[in-house]
C-alpha cells in the first residue's frame, strides 16, 4: 500500500537530511531497514501509539535549537568505572577511559563497520526489526539505516567494574544518531550506565542480547538540557534463567519518548523495567513498554513513576503479551503519577494480552496530588512545607528506585533526584 502523501513528502524531507552509510557488516540489514521505513513513514500523531506525543520534533528534517549544557553535572563520580564519552555523537577517545579496562569487547560501530564479517552482524537491526511486530517503530528503523556510531559490546565474563556511556552535547543544533549492540554471553554479567544528552535532539537504539544465566543491569540518568529532544529505543532478548533489568531517570527535556520491547524468550528469565521522571512546565515525556512472555516461569516488572507540575504532560503506554507456552508467568506493571498542581496531565494506556491459563499477571495505573493528610502530619512536627513536600515525592518515587540492585548506584540517583527538586521548589 502506498504511503500518504503527507507521510511520503515528510519521509523524503527527512531522509534528505540525512548521509545513509553503506556499511560493511551492517549492509544488509540497513538496506532492509531503509525498506521497512520507506514502507511505514515517519510517525504522525494519527498513529495509534502516538496519540499522546506529536512527533514533530522528531521528525522534522532538522532539529529546533536546544541550547547544550556543556558537560551536566557529575553523577556516579564516586563509583569505579570505565567512561566512554560522546560529544555530539563523535567518540571522544582522548577524554575517555581505556576500553580494555571494562574486562569486556568493545568496539565503535564505524570501525566494526569496516569489516564484512563480525559478531555484531548477528544482532545489528535483528531486534529491531522483530520488535516492529505487531507495533511499528519507524524511528527505530530510520536508526538502523542511518547510525554511523555506537558501541559493539561483548560480554564473555562477569565485568569487574561498570561500563559508564557518557554523553555530551557541545553543539545547540546537533542531530545525533548513535545505535548500540550488546552482547551478554551464557553465565557472563554487566552493568552498564548512560547519562548526559547526547545532542540536541537525539535518535539512540541499543539492541542487548542476553544468553542463558547472563545478567544485564542497565541504568540510565538522562542529561538535564532543558530544550532536549530525543527518542530512545532499547530491545531486549532474554534467554533461560537470564536477568536483565533497566531504570531511567528523566528530570527536564522538551519531548522525550523512551521505547522497550523485551522478550523473554527462555523459562525462569527475568525483566524488570523502571523509569522515574520529573517535568517542570514544558515538558512531555512519553514511556512506551512492550514486554512478550513466551518461556515458562518467567517473571516481569514494569515500574513507572512521574512527577509532573506547571503544566508538564507524562505518558504511559506499557503492554505485557503472554503467550500460550508461557504458562507461570508472573507480570506485573504499575503507572502512577504525582500531580503537583492542576495545570499538569498524566495519560496512560496499560494493556494485558493473555494466552496462557496458569499466570499471575496485574496491572495498575493512577493519578494524584500529594496526600495532605501526609504533609500535615509532617509539618505539625516541624518539618518546613517544601522540605515535606520533598520528602513525599521521594517516598513516590521510591518503588521505581528500589529496582536498582546497586545500592551505591540507588543513592547517587537519590542525590539527583534531591538536587532537581531543591531547585525546582516553589
Known amino acids: 500500500m502506498a504511503l500518504p502523501k503527507a507521510k511520503e513528502d515528510a519521509l523524503a524531507a527527512r531522509l534528505a537530511a540525512l548521509d545513509l552509510p553503506r556499511g560493511g557488516f551492517t549492509k544488509a540489514a540497513r538496506v532492509a531497514a531503509l525498506a521497512r521505513l520507506q514502507a511505514m513513514g515517519l510517525p504522525a500523531r494519527r498513529d495509534e501509539y502516538w496519540r499522546y506525543t506529536n512527533p514533530a520534533l522528531l521528525t522534522d528534517p532538522a532539529p529546533q535549537r536546544a541550547v547544550a549544557l556543556r558537560v551536566d553535572r557529575p553523577i556516579f563520580s564516586g563509583l569505579d568505572k570505565v567512561r566512554l564519552i560522546f560529544v555530539?555523537?563523535?567518540?571522544?577517545?582522548?577524554?575517555?577511559?581505556?576500553?580494555?579496562?571494562?574486562?569486556?569487547?568493545?568496539?565503535?560501530?564505524?570501525?566494526?563497520?569496516?569489516?564484512?564479517?563480525?559478531?555484531?552482524?548477528?544482532?545489528?537491526?535483528?531486534?529491531?526489526?522483530?520488535?516492529?511486530?505487531?507495533?511499528?517503530r519507524p524511528l527505530a528503523a530510520m536508526n538502523t539505516a542511518a547510525a554511523r556510531e555506537g558501541l559493539m559490546i561483548r560480554v564473555t565474563g562477569k565485568a569487574p567494574k561498570p561500563l559508564h556511556i557518557s554523553y555530551?552535547?557541545?553543539?545547540?543544533?546537533?542531530?545525533?544518531?548513535?545505535?548500540?549492540?550488546?552482547?551478554?554471553?551464557?553465565g557472563a554479567e554487566l552493568t552498564l550506565l548512560e547519562t548526559g544528552t547526547a545532542g540536541a535532539r537525539g535518535n539512540l537504539v541499543m539492541e542487548a542480547e542476553i544468553g542463558r544465566g547472563g545478567k544485564l543491569h542497565h541504568i540510565r540518568p538522562q542529561g538535564r538540557a532543558e530544550a532536549r529532544q530525543v527518542v530512545t529505543h532499547l530491545f531486549a532478548r532474554v534467554a533461560a534463567e537470564a536477568q536483565f533489568k533497566s531504570f531511567t531517570l528523566a528530570l527536564n527535556g522538551t519531548l522525550t519518548r523512551n521505547e522497550a520491547v523485551v522478550e523473554l524468550l527462555g523459562d525462569d528469565g527475568v525483566a524488570h523495567l523502571a523509569g522515574a521522571a520529573l517535568g517542570d512546565g514544558a515538558f512531555h515525556h512519553d514511556d512506551t513498554v512492550?514486554?512478550?512472555?513466551?518461556?515458562?516461569?518467567c517473571e516481569s516488572r514494569q515500574v513507572y513513576k512521574k512527577v509532573l507540575k506547571?503544566?508538564?504532560?507524562?505518558?504511559?503506554?506499557?503492554?505485557?503479551?503472554?503467550?500460550?507456552?508461557?504458562?507461570?508467568?508472573?507480570?506485573?506493571?504499575?503507572?502512577?503519577?504525582?500531580?503537583?498542581?492542576?495545570?499538569?496531565?498524566?495519560?496512560?494506556?496499560?494493556?494485558?494480552?493473555?494466552?496462557?491459563?496458569?499466570?499471575?499477571?496485574?496491572h495498575g495505573s493512577t493519578s494524584g496530588a500529594i496526600d495532605d493528610t501526609a504533609l500535615f502530619y509532617l509539618q505539625s512536627r516541624g518539618v518546613p512545607k517544601k522540605t515535606a513536600q520533598s520528602l513525599l515525592?521521594?517516598?513516590?518515587?521510591?518503588?521505581?528506585?528500589?529496582?536498582?540492585?546497586?545500592?551505591?548506584?540507588?543513592?547517587?540517583?537519590?542525590?539527583?533526584l534531591e538536587g532537581w527538586l531543591q531547585s525546582h521548589q516553589s
Open 310 to 362: 506547571n503544566g508538564a504532560v507524562g505518558v504511559f503506554q506499557g503492554k505485557i503479551l503472554v503467550k500460550q507456552s508461557a504458562q507461570k508467568t508472573d507480570g506485573y506493571q504499575i503507572s502512577q503519577s504525582l500531580l503537583l498542581d492542576g495545570d499538569s496531565q498524566f495519560l496512560a494506556k496499560p494493556e494485558l494480552e493473555i494466552y496462557a491459563d496458569d499466570v499471575k499477571c496485574s
Open 168 to 186: 555530551r552535547a557541545s553543539s545547540d543544533h546537533s542531530d545525533v544518531i548513535l545505535h548500540h549492540c550488546v552482547k551478554v554471553e551464557p
Open 290 to 297: 512492550f514486554i512478550t512472555h513466551a518461556g515458562l516461569r
Open 88 to 136: 555530539d555523537g563523535v567518540f571522544d577517545a582522548a577524554a575517555s577511559d581505556d576500553p580494555t579496562l571494562a574486562g569486556v569487547e568493545i568496539q565503535l560501530l564505524s570501525q566494526a563497520d569496516a569489516q564484512d564479517i563480525h559478531w555484531a552482524g548477528a544482532l545489528y537491526g535483528t531486534l529491531e526489526e522483530a520488535g516492529q511486530n505487531p507495533v511499528e
Open 393 to 416: 515525592v521521594l517516598a513516590f518515587l521510591a518503588e521505581a528506585i528500589d529496582e536498582i540492585e546497586d545500592e551505591a548506584i540507588a543513592a547517587d540517583i537519590r542525590d539527583r
